[in-house]
DNA sequence: ATGAAAGCGCTAACAC
DNA sequence: GTGTTAGCGCTTTCAT
């Protein structure tokens, strides 16, 4: 007899049947579950008491359908980045658990085609708000302009191109990379070479043109083209250990986690750190720390961005206000013994 | 005169705007953009190019609520695990990106009682399918059952509760631990440390018996309480080093990415690695050949087993089977030239 | 090969 | 304080 009862997906209990067990309106339940001032409460509490008997859970897609709206928040990222991306997440979250609002998420793989389309599934899904951080071949935010003429709150964190149409989060790069130098300055080095990451990125560039405008204040020569290099994704790691090998360098700036963690291994290995030279980076912090010895660094806190990018977002929808260029203030975190 | 202008958010074109154009009827167009065999390819291009030219976009809320389904496959993640989480992420996406689904995602913040939130959130968005990693307060899987009721798949990765009730997949972690401990003995290893995390978690306790199950195998004396350690939130460094003194280890077993870098500075520091111990740990794979000295490790794909995970939900959609157990294969990665 | 009409579950005017 | 009714944008019978 078993076999005669196939699998029915249940029939979700809705606010009609709620109305109909109950004999009230849909409407009058409708309006109880969300505490309108016109029921009673004596009315409130019965339909309260039977949703949670039965339940009752809201159809959102329905809800926000009818009332045009979604409470979905799209974050869009270029990549899986173990330092910087999960604190990002994790800000974003700290803010948007509480607030009724959801998250869905896009890969761009750093792939400009991809954010376009992620783009348009922004727009079909009708999200309330946009915070993306850029894929690397990404010029300009052309393409994000129609979220904007649909009325979607777009907030930039991060891998950002600054413009008039659209707030960005970020920290302030050229400073960073200005403040370590100097830091490095200031403790006798005057030999320094420049880590960098792709320079298509306009985070790289304006952490390059810090590193090389803190040369100058300082009245230090300028760094040539060989005191600055760009790791890709195929360097290898002997080419930067000649580099190192090639000047007598005494400090060395790091841009970013990555490639903090990337060279470490090449500075241990040619016995640079600590016994000859001094390294400075940027980074969210996790991994200086850990690192043994450990390494000075200013902190570029991942979970600071998320945050804050959340929180422009939301405030700006409850008050719809300009664009805006937040920066998040860095912080020297000291951490060697050698410099 | 400007301020006369007030923002009215842009009534996007929908199937029935576009239906006018045409002096076409609304079904017709909604069958002519999703290919219906119906529809006289001449008017689907007309369509079509109708479509592209005011750059109609589909409403997702409307459609999926049309359809009683929705496309978007919930992922639920206890924490912001950097090693981890980046590369099961990276799975996930890679086989999703291009079927249709997106992703909403979830963290619990490792407490039950957002978990059970977060189920009726998947209720209420009427995911298709829920991709699961457990709260470390998760003691069984009831909460989740109303998603199976409700029809929806779900699939428990990585920090899951056998049970028969869902489909998981991991890796086979008493296995990975037995392997670790034998790997060590072959290299004449006999008195072995264990750093483990959190015993409450079913992870923690199953590489706990591989362990303790490895030295019977080997005729080794069973790990004392001593031979043990369980790594807390709080669990100071200083605490670590006296038990790495305390007797005279030659080998250790780390069995997770963060408890190596919580653990490898006080190796170095005390010039017992790989000076006097050898070390396995389980690991994700980007930490340990980035440390200097590199650290052999049993591989622990969060890559696989995201791609894992989401392949078998996709293939469980297409045709639903039953509750399977699904053991991602480990894999020695052998680094160090010491052991 | 296309049109007409109904309805998914919910909320918000508008009645009373 | 509660009921009536309409409709969000889309798909899908059913009719022609």
Request: hydrophobic fraction near 40%; charge should be neutral.
């Amino acid at each position: 007899m078993d076999n005669y009862f196939i699998f029915v997906p249940m029939n979700r209990i809705n606010i009609k049947d709620l109305a109909k067990l109950l004999s009230l309106n849909p409407s009058t339940v409708s309006r109880a579950l969300s505490d309108h001032p016109d029921i009673k409460s004596e009315t409130k509490e019965r339909v309260k008491a039977a949703a949670a008997e039965f339940n009752y859970l809201p159809n959102l897609h329905a809800r926000y359908f009818r009332q045009k709206s979604s409470r979905l928040i799209a974050l869009v990222l270029p990549e899986f980045n173990m330092y910087f991306i999960p604190g990002l997440m994790d800000g974003v979250n700290t803010v948007l658990k509480d607030s009724g609002y959801s998250i869905i998420i896009f890969f761009s793989d750093n792939s400009l085609e991809r954010e376009k389309e992620i783009v348009n599934y922004c727009l079909s899904w009708v999200v309330e708000g946009v915070l993306i951080s850029l894929s690397e071949h990404t010029k300009n935010c052309d393409h994000l302009l129609p979220l904007k003429d649909a009325g979607i709150t777009v907030v930039l964190l991060d891998k950002v191109i600054h413009s008039q149409d659209f707030t960005t989060v970020t920290i302030d790069d050229k400073d960073a990379a200005r403040n370590a130098v100097q830091y490095l300055y200031e403790n006798k080095k005057t030999h320094i070479l420049g880590i960098f990451a792709n320079p298509s990125l306009e985070i790289t560039r304006l952490r390059v043109a810090g590193f090389t405008s803190a040369h100058l204040d300082a009245g230090l020569p300028p760094p040539g083209d060989e005191d600055i290099v760009y790791i890709y994704k195929d360097t290898k790691s002997e080419w930067l250990e000649a580099k190192l090998l090639a000047k007598n360098y005494d400090g060395v700036f790091v841009m970013s986690d990555e490639l903090l963690m990337y060279s470490y291994a090449s500075f241990r290995k040619l016995q640079l750190y600590p016994q000859k030279i001094s390294i400075v980076a940027i980074s969210d912090g996790i991994l200086p720390i850990q690192l043994y010895p450990q390494v000075s660094h200013f902190l570029h806190s991942g979970y600071e961005i998320g945050k804050k990018a959340a929180a422009v977002l939301l405030s700006t929808k409850k008050e719809p206000s300009g664009v805006f260029h937040h920066v998040i203030p860095i912080q020297l975190i000291r951490l060697d013994s050698v410099v």
